[in-house]
């Protein structure tokens, strides 16, 4: 097996606006998120006795950005070992705790592999970590769609601010952050162009997305 990249390097130190991850960057962070992926999925086998493997593993992308991630993700699985790991998607938008306080917006897929997600190992992924809220949300929407057998948490960005007792299992980058600033995670299959920005954003407001930002 191909040796894990080394971890990327910032451009921007830790809290100042600017570049986090360049496009370059975001490659290699997803190439290793990749082989801790299929690592981790070997040693949970071995440990819990699970005959599944990578067979076993089900990446869940939250919309928005998690998504293409997760397909990002299965695809770097694949191409380094040869497997092919089942892809879905949980819109978390009717499980949120602040709908009121974020306005309506419309609903993103839900779509599960054939195989449904009971007694598997369920990787929710993400593009950022802040509060929490999304990922709790999540965890809300997994429990309408089956039972897994663990769930586990990869996200691109930790920019830390916990509003609850939530950690992730996999984390691309870990930034620093003011609680005012924003991480804007681009992707190429939504924005374009793949970069990871700091900004000193007003906490609140979101960049359109998609279609929106047509
Ligand atoms: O930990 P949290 O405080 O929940 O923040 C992280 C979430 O915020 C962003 O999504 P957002 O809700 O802005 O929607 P988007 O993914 O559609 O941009 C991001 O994609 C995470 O899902
Ligand atoms: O900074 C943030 C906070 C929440 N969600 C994001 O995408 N960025």
Redesign the pocket.
Known sequence: MARAPEPARSTAPGGAPGTLLTSADVARVVDRMAHQLIERAASGRAEDGADGGLADLVLVGIPTRGAPLARRLAARIEAFTGTRVDVGTADITLYRDDLRLRGVRALEPTVLPDAGIDGRLVVLVD??L?SGRSVRAALDALRDLGRPRVVQLAVLVD?GHRELPIKADFVGKNVP?SRS?????HLAEIDGADEVLVTDGEPGVREPRGEEAR
């Open positions: 593009d950022v802040f920019r952050t600033q924003q991480v804007r995670v």
